[in-house]
């Protein structure tokens, strides 16, 4: 009895459990139903999205959204550490030392901590970023410049150097950020993939510029005119949409916080509209923009100057380097000091804002007599210009330091400071106004700094939509007229004298950038691509083996190689990633095709026995007889010829002819953003042309003094009516100091020519452009600029040197055209491999 009673116990509990395992299962199996269909209920919404409405306005509207928190946010922050910095200034009043000390060492942490975060999170984050967007939309890849690290440390470091106090801008850093941020969420969006991604990064420029000011209408234009050379139209749209949702968001969010009462300009102005000017201020209107011009280029030029003095190699320079936040830290300083309002600070009305150059005030001058006028004038124009000329040179200096900063504000309030001099000046000269068809209408100062604002910003980045973003801005477009005759007053002069603020910043960083073809220069036309193209170029043949391209892929970086029917041919059938040589290789002696091959020849495969109690094991380390036979295999391995099935290729590179004219040619690069083209000639591979020789070709042209690398322009001239023999140039001609580094493509050596050898082979093969070869700078390493374009080009086999014998195992016949399949691009988030490095 007491076993069954333990029994019927047991049983019970079984039975208990086995109803709530049961009632566990079927729970588990309703959430995962739920689960199942809550899943299909947001696959079909999406999918209805997309469909019906496309992903281009969803990612739209998400880019608009999150822009335009991020903008908010920035500002408030910003704002309240000014707001908290006036505080504890005001708070020390009455104690000089301590108000110095409180003043100084505020913007000093805070810029500290910018170029410290900078410094350790993301070094891309330092600067505008216009420049570097400027050269990847010109189909240049820079690394780490559109990720999301390079996104926090922009939006923590811009944050800090704005709460700062120091005279550096959003617009530039804002813009960069917007197009991380557009770049990040393209990775999210099956669309926006390949040849979509020029087109996102022109979205978020304008939505930078755009919701940084709250212009959508300047921000588009703004960002067309500095990042593009040429517009796809269909891209206006998309432009203007994120821009204005981005825009809207960002004002909402500024009335939610009580900063506005409504949706209204930025800086708003109240100019009258009856009559804001008279055709005898025209005269001033225009000497603002010739006078805008001049110090727009010299704001450039003395950018650069602090720059490429900061980049000079002597023994500050590297003590700077070295300590890296010394140099932030004494601009921060003197310009703090400067600034100080008890001292020299008092002077430049650091305390004002932008808003007050725009009121419609009449100046107190124009109650003085007509004898105190000429003296109120010098006074007005010394008191005004000296603390002008110190702001003018600490924002130069301020946007050097290494932390996120842009120039666009600066330059606005500088010109904004100039046309109000100009106005104050107009109204003394005239303080009783100008009489008009009996009535008298004075002068407003401010429409003189609303023009000068936009003059000045303009000959800095040498662009007219800046007139559209200060009509935005103030909310008024009564000086029309007077404000696009300075802006493109000041564009001309600024534009004959010195690159723009960001082409400036190009060529100190040495980007690869292309050049603008200069108006009226005649040789252009008589120049060809054979003028300028690198005839040494590194290449692959279907015959190749499996040695030479791993030798080809150890003694250069090109991202791209182009491929060839034979070496005699030369018939260029298409070009292959490097990664998939790299790939092909490394799988040819893989473990896991040994074990394939040793498969498929029916050979057993060793199974491990096992380990004796005693004895020592001697066939667990591999004799030497195996390792020999293994080294054999692998010999024999590499000699065998390429599987070129196994590998993508990219039957149709871009191509160009040797005819083709350096106008056409610079065309076409700045249309489709190429880095390189192969030249042909009746399907053969001839050369090739990079950013870098067709740089030096239009700089060599419209500078004087500067002499292109092949003078074949002007042999045509000269020979027009002789017949001159055509000279067959070396397989061997040096040409600079990447041939050092590059072998000969055309045998692929195991190992390098003796230096005799390449001596006798200089002496019996002389070559009369010998020393005006120059390296191709095509799709180069992971370094910088220089280093890049130093193993780029190779020796292209002449007609008339023998090509070298292919291995026996190689085969004879040419890869058949039906083989080649189109190259892929891959989608992961490191898909820029196609493309030159910096």
Not at 358 to 384: D, E, G, T, Y
Not at 505 to 518: A, F, M, T
Not at 715 to 726: A, E, N, W
Not at 751 to 759: C, M, V
Request: glycine share 6%; net charge neutral.
């Amino acid at each position: 009895e007491h076993h069954g009673g333990l029994g019927r116990q047991e049983a019970t509990r079984l039975l208990t459990e086995g109803e709530q395992l049961g009632s566990t299962l079927v729970l588990l199996e309703s959430f995962l139903t739920f689960y199942l269909f809550l899943t299909d209920c947001i696959a079909r919404v999406q999918r209805f999205l997309v469909t019906r409405l496309g992903e281009d306005w969803i990612f739209l509207v998400l880019l608009g959204i999150t822009m335009a928190l991020v903008s908010w946010t920035m500002d408030y922050a910003s704002a309240k550490s000014l707001q908290a910095y006036k505080w504890i200034h005001g708070e020390l009043r009455g104690n000089i030392p301590l108000q110095y000390l409180a003043w100084v060492s505020y913007p000093l942490m805070f810029i500290i901590f910018s170029s410290l975060i900078c410094h350790l999170v993301a070094p891309q984050a330092i600067g505008s970023g216009i420049p570097e967007l400027k050269t990847i939309l010109r189909g240049v890849v820079l690394k780490e410049y559109l990720t999301l690290r390079a996104f926090l440390a922009k939006v923590i470091g811009l944050t800090a150097a704005l709460g700062s106090g120091m005279p550096v801008g959003k617009e530039g850093p804002f813009v960069h950020i917007a197009s991380i941020c557009a770049a990040v969420l393209s990775r999210f969006m099956s669309f926006f993939s390949g040849a979509y991604r020029v087109n996102i990064l022109t979205v978020g420029c304008a939505v930078g510029v755009g919701c940084c000011f709250g212009t959508p209408l300047g921000g588009v234009l703004f960002s067309i005119e500095v990042t593009s050379t040429y517009f796809a139209v269909r891209n206006y749209w998309r432009g203007y949409f994120a821009a204005t949702f981005s825009a809207f968001i960002f004002r909402v969010l500024s009335v939610f916080n009580k900063d506005a009462v409504t949706i209204t300009a930025l800086f708003r102005t109240n100019f009258r509209m009856d009559f804001p000017f008279d055709l005898q201020e025209l005269p001033a209107f225009a000497l603002i923009g010739i006078s805008c011009g001049f110090l727009g280029a010299f704001f450039v030029w003395l950018n650069r100057q602090v720059v490429l003095f900061m980049r000079r190699p002597n023994a500050m320079t590297r003590f700077l380097i070295k300590y890296r936040l010394i140099f932030p830290a004494t601009v921060t300083l003197v310009i703090a000091t400067l600034t100080f309002p008890p001292g020299f600070g008092q002077f430049m009305a650091g305390e004002v804002r932008v808003q007050n150059l725009h009121p419609q005030r009449h100046p107190a001058c124009s109650l003085a007599s007509p004898q105190k006028a000429a003296f109120i004038i010098w006074v007005l124009i010394i008191c005004v210009s000296l603390p002008l000329w110190v702001q003018f040179w600490m924002s130069a200096v301020a946007t050097t330091m290494p932390i996120p900063s842009g120039a666009f504000m600066p330059v606005f309030i500088l010109g904004a400071a100039f046309g109000r001099m100009v106005g104050e000046i107009m109204a003394t000269l005239f303080p009783h106004g100008i009489v008009f068809d009996g009535i008298l209408y004075r002068i407003i100062p401010g429409g003189y700094a609303v023009i000068g604002a936009a003059a000045l910003t303009g000959a800095v980045t040498h662009t007219v939509s800046t007139a559209v973003i200060c009509f935005e801005l103030t909310g008024q477009i009564s000086h029309i007229l007077p404000m696009m005759v300075a802006v493109i007053l000041a564009n001309i002069v600024a534009q004959g004298l010195q690159p723009s603020l960001y082409d400036s910043i190009i060529q100190v960083k040495k980007l690869p950038y292309l050049p603008e073809l200069g108006f009226g220069h005649t040789r252009l036309y008589n120049i060809v691509v054979e003028d300028i193209m690198v005839r040494k170029v590194t290449f692959i043949s279907s015959q190749s083996t499996y040695r030479e391209v791993k030798h080809l892929l150890d003694s250069s970086s090109l991202k791209s190689i182009p491929l060839v029917d034979s070496k005699d041919s030369m018939i260029l059938l298409g070009s292959v990633d490097r990664v998939e040589l790299l790939a092909l290789c490394d799988w040819w002696l893989s473990p896991e095709r040994r074990i394939l091959i040793r498969f498929f020849q029916h050979l057993p495969l060793p199974s491990p026995d096992p380990p004796s109690s005693g004895f020592y094991d001697s066939s667990a380390r591999p004799s030497v007889c195996s390792l020999l036979q293994i080294r054999a295999w692998e010999e024999a391995e590499m000699d065998l010829a390429m599987e070129m099935d196994e590998i993508r290729v990219d039957p149709s590179p871009f191509q160009l002819v040797e005819r083709t004219s350096l106008q056409k040619t610079h065309t076409l690069f700045s249309l489709l953003g190429l880095s390189h083209a192969y030249v042909t000639s009746i399907g053969k591979l001839v050369g090739v042309v990079a950013l870098k020789e067709l740089q030096k070709a239009i700089e060599g042209s419209t500078h004087s003094g500067v002499r292109l690398r092949p003078p074949l322009a002007s042999f045509r001239d000269v020979s027009k009516h002789k017949s001159v023999p055509k000279l067959t140039p070396p397989s061997t001609a040096p040409s600079s100091q990447s041939s050092t580094s590059s072998p000969s493509p055309q045998s692929f050596p195991s190992a390098p020519p003796s230096p005799a050898s390449e001596q006798i082979r200089h002496r019996t093969h002389p070559h009369p452009n010998q020393e005006q070869e120059t390296e191709v700078w095509i799709e180069g390493g992971t370094g910088d600029t220089e280093a890049s374009s130093s193993n780029s080009d190779l020796a292209l086999p002449p007609s008339s040197t023998p090509p070298s014998a292919p291995p026996p195992s190689s085969p004879s016949t040419p890869i058949p055209l039906s083989t080649l399949r189109p190259s892929q691009r891959l989608q992961n988030a490191e898909d820029s491999d196609d493309e030159p490095v910096v």
